[in-house]
């Protein structure tokens, strides 16, 4: 993850200076691996954060990275939260 991040930085230069902030924030905070998502343009990323980490993670997040801004605590709420792996893709084939 950390290498993409940094191959879509450098090399496609479809970051911002917002994003290197909340990705540098992330792994700080204890993400094993952060990197944007959506192309960069529409700002988020994602976050591989252990599960003993995640309740202190996120409100180190917020601490850091939403609340020094008005807008983006506003937003924080909807923003910042936890999702598990799912499975994937399947495909199917008969034998």
Not at 18 to 44: K, M, N, P
Not at 55 to 62: G, R, Y
Request: charged share 20%; hydrophobic share 35%.
């Amino acid at each position: 993850m950390n290498q993409s991040y940094i191959s879509c930085r450098e090399m496609y230069e479809c970051s911002c200076p917002e994003l290197d902030r909340l990705v540098d924030i992330c792994l700080q905070f204890g993400a094993v691996g952060s990197r944007l998502t959506g192309a960069g343009w529409g700002g988020c990323t994602v976050s591989m954060v252990p599960t003993d980490k995640l309740d202190t993670f996120l409100k180190d997040v917020k601490n850091a990275y939403y609340q020094t801004d008005s807008q983006r605590l506003a937003l924080g709420k909807n923003s910042l939260f936890a999702t598990k792996p799912g499975r994937g893709a399947l495909v199917f084939v008969e034998a």
